[in-house]
T-cell receptor, first 110, second 114 residues
Framework: GESVGLHLPTLSVQEGDNSIINCAYS??????FIWYKQESGKGPQFIID?????DKRQGQRVTVLLNKTVKHLSLQIAATQPGDSAVYFC?????????FGAGTTVTVRA | EAQVTQNPRYLITVTGKKLTVTCSQN?????MSWYRQDPGLGLRQIYY???????DKGDVPEGYKVSRKEKRNFPLILESPSPNQTSLYFC?????????????FGPGTRLTVT
């Protein structure tokens, strides 16, 4: 999950700008990394994942970057919209276990 | 509709009174898991199950039990709840443990133990 040095618990973004959410993971043996979005009152929702042998993966308006050298993961959201306001969690998967970070609360300003 | 359901959604109970939170999925998923979510701590895995009759401890299993007698159900049992188990609980399922198999989460169960 996130480390104190790289993780910002909150992020305020102007609508239409790009968002970058950072995460530091702890286990170099993790084979998959996943980003989840959690809206208020709901369970986490899968956004995108990336295998450990990749360094970039793109989805619809989202891009995940993986830097194994410094054990860092980021989620980029293009053209942030009000519906993107939520808490975002990174998670690392090792064997059958999934470990989550503390989360970053993203607020989109109109 | 593909979904994970949990019951109850809200529960207030007293210390020591056994309770069960049910979880059911209709996607024929092999893998199911329970998490608790506490402020500032993210989600922590309690128990997981790779298939029927196969369960294992996550990061915070103390005070909890699970069972997997059927593929679709994965109940969480608190034999003697304590106030430190007050939390928001999520059940999740996925089609497999290999790869980044997308986990589907239930809506959550908010438990308060007084």
């Amino acid at each position: 999950g996130e480390s104190v040095g790289l993780h910002l618990p909150t992020l305020s973004v102007q609508e239409g700008d790009n968002s970058i959410i950072n995460c530091a993971y702890s286990n170099s043996a993790s084979d998959y990394f996943i980003w989840y979005k959690q809206e208020s009152g709901k369970g986490p929702q899968f956004i995108i994942d990336i295998r450990s042998n990749m360094d970039k993966r793109q989805g619809q308006r989202v891009t995940v970057l993986l830097n194994k050298t410094v054990k860092h993961l980021s989620l980029q959201i293009a053209a942030t919209q009000p519906g993107d306001s939520a808490v975002y969690f990174c998670a690392e998967k090792n064997d059958y276990k999934l470990s989550f970070g503390a989360g970053t609360t993203v607020t989109v300003r109109a | 509709e593909a979904q994970v359901t949990q019951n109850p959604r809200y529960l207030i109970t007293v210390t020591g009174k056994k309770l069960t939170v049910t979880c059911s999925q209709n996607m024929n998923h092999e893998y199911m898991s329970w998490y608790r979510q506490d402020p500032g701590l993210g989600l922590r895995q309690i128990y997981y199950s790779m298939n029927v009759e196969v369960t294992d401890k996550g990061d915070v299993p103390e005070g909890y039990k699970v069972s997997r007698k059927e593929k679709r159900n994965f109940p969480l049992i608190l034999e003697s709840p304590s106030p430190n188990q007050t939390s928001l609980y999520f059940c999740a399922s996925s089609s497999g443990t290999s790869g980044g198999a997308e986990q589907y989460f239930g809506p959550g169960t908010r438990l308060t133990v007084t």
